[in-house]
């Protein structure tokens, strides 16, 4: 079988590219290869509206479940609502869109063991020819950094009565703190409907499913909601990297090979959203002159490694919140943060902090004990496990 693109993987960011091509290149055939049943998995990825430029916002409209003008967060002592733009898509709108772009292109229920830049060999045994592959099949155990994580298992609810949450609360950390900052995640998808996930930033990427399932069911109970049923669930651990080198990530994956989404660093350090980047990777992608892997991966390899360089102060906190704060303190470093001027917080989000917006937020007494704050400063990057 041949093709002239090859996406390994069907999740988000490989997602975005096969309907970018099938937008803008339609004369191209797009194979996408996913060893699951379904594309996208069990899913929401979410963006704040200034994370993206008007025509990335314009094109992913059709796949946005939910939109709304505002979110709350609320930490022991600070409650506040900020306004900005703030959308969530779901797997449950991504997998219709890419069955309809990709038709027979798309080959679902059997994964890959080998994936060259010219193609790769299926777990079956089939052979497949591109002249541009891109693997996307999510963060592979990284060598390249130390990371921390930030785990969930999320839960969408039908109530028995209307929620009244009229805007999504981004984080409840109001909650007991064990093991980590933990918080509680919840968007209201319809009037009686809403995906409430348990979250917590922990130094390990372990799930205890029942427990979360648990913990999410006594959340909506203490708050009076009475559940009719579970439409489906969730779970992940995303990296939080703390410190490395981009160039040992590379260096680890097969040569020559394009990734794509998180499998190549795309991501934001500190929140683990991914949406945005995999936006802009679709758009980039689909615009090039030729399509074949030697310009996909010089493309993929800049931005993974501009990325990286941009995000070293996020890193920075990411220290200052594991490495710096006692486990069951750290939500303090997240109230004071939440504090700041809004459109801070919005460029925080979007990752593009100024320098004025830095030293404000390292301004000021920290919420964590100051000789541990200062060590987490000075730590030299390092390759962990590579020379």
């Known amino acids: 079988m041949r093709a002239d693109v090859l996406l390994v993987g069907g999740g988000l960011a490989n997602g975005l590219i096969a309907l970018r091509l099938r937008a803008l290149r339609p004369e191209l055939r797009v ?55 703030y959308h969530a898509l779901t797997s ?10 990709l038709g027979d292109g798309a080959l679902l229920g059997c994964g890959a063991r080998d994936v060259r830049p010219d193609g790769a060999t299926l777990d079956d045994g089939r052979e497949l020819e591109a002249r541009c592959v891109v693997d996307g099949r999510g963060f592979a155990p990284a060598r390249f950094m130390n990371a921390a994580f930030q785990k969930f298992l999320g839960l969408e609810l039908e109530l028995a009565a209307d929620h009244g949450l009229a805007a999504p609360l981004l984080m409840d950390a109001t909650v007991p ?32 499913p029942a427990a979360l399932r648990d913990s999410v069911r006594g959340w909506a109970q203490a708050r009076g909601w009475r559940v009719a049923r579970v439409r489906r669930e969730e779970r992940g651990a995303l990296p939080i990297p703390l410190e490395g080198r981009i160039d040992a990530l590379w260096a ?5 090979v394009p990734c794509a989404g998180v499998r190549a660093g795309l991501f934001h350090a500190t929140t683990g959203y991914s ?30 490694e501009r990325c990286w360089a941009g995000q070293g102060f996020f890193r920075l906190l990411n220290r200052m919140l594991f490495r710096a704060a006692v486990p069951g303190e750290r939500w303090r470093v997240l109230a004071r943060f939440h504090r700041l001027p809004a459109p801070l917080i919005q460029r925080f989000y979007a990752g593009r902090l100024t320098f004025l917006d830095r030293a404000r937020i390292l301004t000021g007494r920290p919420p964590v004990p100051l000789l541990r704050a200062a060590r987490s400063v000075l730590e030299r990057p390092v390759a962990a496990g590579l020379a």
């Open 31 to 85: 194979v996408l290869v996913e060893r699951e049943a379904r594309l996208g998995g069990s899913h929401t990825w979410s963006y704040h509206t200034g994370d993206l430029d008007a025509a990335q916002r314009a094109w992913l409209e059709p796949l946005v479940l939910r939109s709304w003008p505002c979110y709350d967060v609320r930490f022991p002592g600070l409650e506040r609502r900020l306004a900005g733009g």
């Open 92 to 101: 449950e709108a991504l997998e219709p869109a890419l069955r309809q772009a």
């Open 177 to 208: 703190q064990a093991g980590g900052f933990r918080f509680v995640y919840v968007l209201p998808l319809g009037p009686r409907t809403a995906l409430v996930e348990d979250t917590l930033y922990a130094d390990d990427p372990a799930l205890d």
């Open 252 to 256: 680890a994956l097969p040569a020559g």
């Open 275 to 304: 949406l945005p980047h995999a936006a802009r990777l679709a758009d980039r992608l689909a615009a090039l002159p030729t399509l074949d892997s030697a310009s996909v991966y010089a493309l993929v390899r800049g931005l993974s």
